[in-house]
């Protein structure tokens, strides 16, 4: 015997009602997610700023010794901050140059090419590569790479240089660009791949010129990603590339990028508010600062692409 017509609406009121209550519930939870990062960011760049301003109020400190000269010796008054900017910039440079072309291959393969059992199989020996500690990969830099890069370079390169951190931080951000870059292209859509093998296209200009193109969005966010980990590594740069500040952009010389600074200079024994101190401020700003300009200028470019492709 079936229910009445008033006991069936009134179920189905208090199953939508109820729906209604978890969806709104759901949607306030990811609202203060969403605060919460937004309140997170703002906090980050509050306490660097308020630290940092102390470094700029030492009245032998000014912005223009910070900006416009190149020696970082805060104890004897030299505060040029772009002898660590320039190794950090040498480096995730070198890193992006191994890791991007590098990684899109392997994604192209993975996505396009490789069978499921091939894929089952490469994947995950490629994300490996992810969760090795970077200290590891910083003396494997410097014990494995370095000495093949004097056997070719000889007495030009140095023994802790940027080359080297900066290829084997190309090879740590690998599986991350490459992971992230197959997730985009496999969520393209099949009908495109389809579309264009019906019109006479090989696998090759399929993958580059039709599906390419509609993930860009997400390699995008894979190539920023991957910038930021260049710009933000420290044990390989702090074990490899040289523990002492030098303005230069020879990758075959040894320099100090911003985050090897800090890692060193605040392992001691720091005292709070000396020069010191409130210098590893300074110097996080920057690096907040460069990260977020170099993050900046990557999704201008993605989205120059983008339109390219529209």
């Given at each position: 015997m079936k229910p009445p017509a008033e006991a069936q609406n009134f179920r189905h009121f208090d199953l939508k009602k109820k729906f209604r209550i978890s969806e709104s519930i759901?949607?306030?939870?990811?609202?203060?997610?969403?605060?919460?990062?937004?309140?997170?960011?703002?906090?980050?760049?509050?306490?660097?700023?308020?630290?940092?301003?102390?470094?700029?109020?030492?009245?032998?400190?000014?912005?223009?010794?910070?900006?416009?000269t190149t020696k970082w010796q805060p104890g004897i008054g030299q505060y040029g901050i772009w002898a660590l900017v320039s190794a950090t910039l040498v480096t995730s440079a070198i890193a992006m140059l191994i890791s991007l072309p590098l990684g899109l291959a392997s994604a192209i393969y993975l996505s396009e090419y490789a069978s499921p059992k091939m894929r089952s199989i490469l994947k995950p020996i490629l994300e490996i590569l992810a969760g090795i500690p970077t200290v590891v990969y910083g003396y494997f830099a410097l014990l494995f790479i370095t000495p093949i890069l004097k056997s070719f370079l000889g007495d030009n390169i140095q023994v802790y240089n940027m080359l080297s951190a900066g290829l084997v931080m190309g090879i740590m951000i690998l599986p991350l660009i490459s992971s992230m870059s197959e997730d985009a292209l496999s969520a393209v859509p099949r009908s495109l791949r389809e579309g264009a093998y019906a019109m006479g296209a090989t696998k090759l200009e399929t993958s580059l010129q039709i599906v390419l193109p509609a993930a860009l969005s997400g390699i995008g966010a894979a190539i920023i990603i991957g910038i930021s980990r260049a710009v933000g590594e420290t044990m390989i740069v702090a074990v490899a590339a040289g523990s002492g500040p030098n303005f230069s952009f020879n990758p075959l010389e040894a320099a100090e990028t911003m985050t090897g600074h800090i890692a060193r200079i605040s392992g001691g024994d720091l005292s709070y508010n000396s020069i010191d101190y409130t210098s590893l401020f300074a110097i996080a700003l920057m690096l907040f600062l460069v990260t977020l300009i170099l993050n900046l200028i990557s999704q201008w470019v993605v989205n120059k692409f983008r339109e390219q492709y529209e």
């Open positions: 759901i949607q306030a939870l990811l609202f203060l997610a969403g605060i919460l990062s937004i309140f997170t960011t703002l906090a980050i760049v509050y306490e660097l700023g308020k630290e940092a301003l102390l470094f700029f109020n030492i009245p032998d400190v000014t912005l223009g010794k910070f900006l416009g």
